[in-house]
């Protein structure tokens, strides 16, 4: 595709439930930015990775958020015991290579958490 | 450790006047500063960025911002609000590629008629 995609574009659970929220980078690109953003807020740093490896997580606000990227591209951030803070858009964001500073983003997931 | 404030949640202007949008980071080497701007119910899409070539930056639908290191400003400025512009902006940080960005908490920008 063109740009970056997430899915689901949103999503509603209930307290204590797990997600996974999906993102597709643009083709090629090799870094890999995860952000979470409260409403009325500014994005925020959650965790990044170049290729596969996760080379920051310092973002992450407990153990129960946990990301991956397995083969390079496609990224998957799961949450787990899902707690009404959760609630947030998270954000995806790709860039082409390790040197490049402009992130491309993708649309949102928005998570409610009930 | 890097910081940006952004002066002002909310900025209302008329269609046709000036837009002001303020910026100040903190940051302990030279920056690369970012505005973003964002839709309802859409990603963030990159106005300008200011790679510490030329000081005065020029964006796309008009906009531009000066970096001014000895007031650590990176301000927003479009001379002729347009109905469109209406959105959320934010002014954003990093120090390299690879980096994180850092945000600001924006600034909602409305376009009265």
């Known amino acids: 595709g063109a740009g970056v995609s997430q899915s689901p574009r949103y999503k509603v659970a209930k307290r204590g439930q797990d997600v996974a929220l999906r993102c597709d980078p643009i083709?090629?690109?090799?870094?890999l930015f995860w952000y979470q953003q409260a409403l009325g807020q500014g994005p925020e740093f959650l965790t990044y990775f170049q290729n596969e490896a996760q080379l920051d997580k310092s973002g992450l606000p407990s153990d129960r958020f946990f990301a991956e990227r397995p083969e390079g591209s496609v990224s998957t951030l799961k949450i787990q015991r899902t707690q009404q803070e959760d609630s947030a858009v998270y954000l995806c964001?790709?860039?082409?290579?390790?040197?490049?500073?402009?992130?491309?983003f993708g649309p949102g997931t928005r998570l409610t958490v009930l | 450790a890097q910081s940006v404030t952004q002066l002002g949640s909310h900025v209302s202007v008329s269609e046709g006047a000036l837009v002001l949008l303020r910026c100040n980071y903190s940051?302990?080497?030279?920056?690369?500063l970012f505005w973003y701007v964002q839709y309802p119910n859409q990603g963030l899409q990159l106005l300008l960025k200011?790679?510490?070539?030329?000081?005065l930056v020029k964006g796309i639908n008009g906009f531009e911002a000066e970096f001014k290191k000895s007031e650590t400003s990176f301000h927003l400025t479009k001379p002729s609000a347009h109905m469109s512009d209406a959105a959320e902006y934010f002014c954003a940080v990093s120090l390299s590629g690879n980096t994180p960005l850092v945000f600001g908490k924006g600034t909602r920008l409305s376009v009265i008629a």
């Open positions: 200011y790679t510490s070539a030329a000081t």
């Open positions: 083709s090629g690109h090799v870094s």
């Open positions: 964001a790709s860039s082409s290579t390790e040197r490049e500073i402009e992130q491309f």
């Open positions: 940051s302990s080497v030279p920056p690369y």
